[in-house]
């Protein structure tokens, strides 16, 4: 154990994801310009592929830059999705103001959570059937698939690097074990139909 952690100390302090960390700490309130530095990466990571850059790097610095597209999503997710409790709390207050005069006696707090309820109710389904939610929901679903699959191409690489089992590896032993038990348990049958052929 101790000589795999030395292994990836090594891979680690050899690779980009120190300059990645620090381009962040750079930044430690977020990256305004996300799309820039994501871009930037891209293109270095999608580059001529040199002798002296590891393939694990060119994958963490794709999972890098998709991190940060992420992030950006779900900024811009975050803005459209906040809009409507915004003109619900507006709406709120201007029935609550109107219902409040002296004319017509204050609601109790049963009749003001249902009308905050119905009000903000509105407001969100409205919210959602328009196009800028739409497209900032699909764009951000998009971003974390797209973060996903750079995150296991790292994972993959990493064990491939220490001579770990990866998940497609997993995943080929499952399917040959559930091949397997299909195959037993179609060879029990027959061995059963067999013996009540033969007690007939």
């Known amino acids: 154990m101790a000589e795999s952690s030395n292994r ?18 750079e930044k430690p309130a977020g990256f305004g310009d996300g799309n820039e530095l994501s871009a930037a990466i891209e293109r270095m990571a999608q580059g001529p592929r ?3 850059v590891w393939d694990i790097d060119r994958k963490m610095a794709l999972a ?6 992420m992030r950006q ?9 906040s809009a409507p409790w ?12 109107a219902a409040g005069t002296s004319e017509t006696p204050a609601p109790d707090w049963r009749e003001a959570f249902a009308k905050w309820s119905e009000i903000s109710n509105e407001e969100l ?12 929901q ?19 690489a990493a064990s491939a690097m220490f001579g770990l089992p990866t998940r497609k590896d997993f995943d080929d032993v499952t399917r040959q074990l559930t091949e397997l038990r299909r195959e037993v348990r179609a060879l029990a049958r027959q061995v059963r139909d067999q013996k009540i052929e033969g007690a007939l």
């Open 8 to 25: 990836m100390v090594e891979a680690w302090s050899g690779s980009m994801a120190p300059f990645m960390l620090a381009r962040l700490s």
């Open 50 to 52: 040199l002798a002296d």
């Open 64 to 69: 890098f830059g998709a991190w940060i597209e």
């Open 73 to 81: 999503r779900l900024a811009s997710y975050n803005a459209v999705a």
């Open 86 to 97: 915004t003109e619900a709390s507006k709406r709120f207050l201007e029935t609550m103001s």
């Open 125 to 136: 389904i409205r919210n959602q059937r328009t196009d800028g939610f739409l497209q900032a």
């Open 138 to 156: 699909k764009e951000l679903l998009q971003a974390g698939l797209q973060l996903r699959s750079r995150q296991d191409d790292v994972a993959e």
